[in-house]
């Protein structure tokens, strides 16, 4: 494979990988806002415990793409 190809491939993965992170960051944000509003909206306590529930999901799978995301950028700069 030649060289310039190599170089360009490990590239578009670190872009990737950057893209991916970003989004697990917006989610992860996202997140944060959706907890926040459901604090500030509610006074009893097990309606904010249902609610940190219900965003527990969502935060696990922003925090994995930010992982992931993190992963294929040091990828493509250790192999580029």
Known sequence: MR???WETRMQSLIWIGAAVSVTGLAGLVWC???VASAKRRTT?????????QAV?????GALFLSVI????VI?????G
């Open 44 to 52: 009893d306590d097990a309606e904010l415990r249902a609610a940190v």
């Open 56 to 60: 527990l999901p969502w935060n696990l």
């Open 32 to 34: 944060i806002l959706r």
């Open 75 to 79: 990828l493509g700069i250790f192999f």
């Open 3 to 5: 060289a310039e190809t």
């Open 69 to 72: 995301g993190l992963m294929l």
